[in-house]
């Protein structure tokens, strides 16, 4: 099972965007656990996590979330402002399996 993080600034936007990555890895069979958390449980909600995707609207805290993710060991990276604005689920799920590797 694959664990994507996704943080934003109160987690309300991401939900909808957790539902379509969501529908996407069912269609194609992948196990996973999306879920999205505001910025300020993002160090904790790390640990359990494989990847963490940060939205586009904070993409000024990828330095400071940076630290964390390498000490629990996963990649993170910003979402694509487009893929977001879209809500393009499979985009953005083909992102955290990139990463994921």
Do not use: H, N
Request: glycine share 6%; with cysteine.
């Amino acid at each position: 099972m694959k664990r994507i993080l996704l943080a934003c600034s109160a987690a309300m936007s991401t939900s909808l965007l957790v539902s379509k990555m969501e529908e996407e890895a069912k269609g194609r069979g992948i196990e996973v656990e999306i879920w999205a958390v505001e910025q300020d449980k993002a160090p904790t909600e790390m640990e359990r996590a494989d990847v963490i995707l940060i939205g586009p609207q904070m993409r000024f805290m990828k330095e400071k979330f940076s630290k964390t993710a390498e000490e629990v060991g996963i990649p993170l990276d910003v979402i694509d402002p487009m893929d977001y604005g879209r809500v393009d689920g499979k985009a953005v799920l083909d992102k955290a399996l990139e990463l994921i590797g």
